[in-house]
């Protein structure tokens, strides 16, 4: 079982950036591939970015490719986004995921750990 934990979301201008952490308990955090989704009210989660458990490959939503960057360091049990050039619709509460399941990465039902979620604001 794993347990993760989100931190580093805020507001910020549009244009600025924010770097945002999850952080894993437990001793199996590098057999799980971790994907990043966002959702705001009214709509269904939506995938942003994931990575695999040995960080050798990442895939990303086409609307963050180019501003955000996933990244995991397996010897400190977390898992981080950098987003850099952000919009207003950008705005959303962030949440990292933990898989062993390796299709279908973009879909959030294949996906068996959470977070609590972190907000993310970008400002106009």
């Known amino acids: 079982q794993v347990q993760l934990v989100e931190s580093g979301g805020g507001l910020v201008q549009a244009g600025g950036s924010l770097r945002l952490s999850c952080a894993a308990s437990g001793r199996t955090f590098s057999r799980y591939d971790m994907g990043w989704f966002r959702q705001v009210p009214g709509k269904e989660r939506q995938f942003v970015a994931r990575i695999s458990l040995s960080g050798s490959v990442t895939y990303y939503a086409d609307s963050v490719k180019g501003r955000f960057t996933i990244s995991r360091d397996n010897a400190k049990n977390t898992v981080s986004l950098q987003m850099n050039s952000l919009k207003p619709e950008d705005t959303a509460v962030y949440y990292c995921?933990?898989?062993?399941?390796?299709?279908?990465?973009?879909?959030?039902?294949?996906?068996?750990?959470w977070g609590q979620g972190t907000q993310v604001t970008v400002s106009s």
């Open positions: 995921a933990a898989t062993m399941r390796g299709y279908n990465y973009y879909r959030p039902d294949t996906y068996d750990y």
